[in-house]
């Protein structure tokens, strides 16, 4: 059974010190990793994925996220954190092949960065 | 573009009432998701369109029932609210392997 794992609940940074996400998943076959923001009182929005190719990602607002087979990782990063990228942060999964529809997503970890 | 709009914003239900939750993207896309969101466990896919006139299940489908009549429109059915659907519900739609997400409806089962 495909799954994602965030093995944090909360991640807290001081501002302007990089800041790491971590995400690790379970499918068959290669997947296609992504990520997600949740501002407070809103929809999530789309910060990056991985597909196929380069291991390293970026994405928007500074956000990057290397993908890792051996270690089955896809862990978020940024170098320099900011008072504004505190918010939750979701990382989903879908097998290749797999309907657009079963996206899994994990349980979110919440990133607080204190100025 | 507005993008995914969801209505109402807020509902509180009686156990036993029916609702819709109402669900439009103006994107012109296939894919649309029906989700909910429970504190600490992230979101769960209740059900899920590939294009007008067709639905599938997700993970969790019992208690709702969906219907696309439209590309547009999406809405979501709960007949008997339980307390156990006390939650956050998002809607989405996608292009390709992105989603797009509404900006959630919060409701409540007393």
């Known amino acids: 059974a495909q799954s994602v794992a965030q093995p944090e609940d909360q991640v807290n940074v001081a501002e302007g010190n990089p800041l790491t996400v971590k995400c690790t998943y379970s499918?068959?076959?290669?997947?296609?990793l992504f990520w997600y923001v949740q501002y407070p009182n809103r929809g999530l929005q789309f910060l990056l994925k991985?597909?196929?190719?380069?291991?390293l990602v970026k994405g928007s607002y500074g956000f990057e996220a290397e993908f890792n087979k051996s270690q089955t990782s896809f862990h978020l990063k940024k170098p320099s954190a900011l008072v504004s990228d505190s918010a939750l942060y979701f990382c989903?999964?879908?097998?290749?092949?797999?309907?657009?529809?079963?996206?899994?997503f994990g349980k979110g970890t919440k990133l607080s960065v204190k100025p | 573009n507005a993008g995914v709009t969801q209505t109402p914003k807020f509902r509180i239900l009686k156990i036993g009432q029916s609702m819709t939750l109402q669900c439009t993207q103006d994107?012109?896309?296939?894919?649309m998701y029906w989700y909910r969101q429970d504190p600490g466990m992230g979101l769960k896919l209740i059900y899920y369109?590939?294009?007008?006139?067709?639905?599938d299940k997700g993970e969790v489908p019992n208690g709702y029932n969906v219907s696309r009549s439209t590309t547009e429109d999406f809405p979501l059915r709960l007949e008997l609210a339980a307390p156990s659907q006390t939650s956050v519900y998002f809607c989405?739609?996608?292009?390709?392997?992105?989603?797009?997400f509404g900006p959630g409806t919060r409701l409540t089962v007393l």
């Open positions: 989405a739609s996608s292009w390709g392997n992105e989603q797009f």
């Open positions: 499918v068959s076959g290669n997947p296609y």
């Open positions: 991985y597909i196929t190719g380069d291991n």
């Open positions: 989903a999964v879908r097998a290749v092949g797999g309907s657009q529809g079963n996206l899994i």
């Open positions: 994107m012109n896309h296939n894919y």
């Open positions: 369109s590939v294009g007008a006139g067709i639905t």
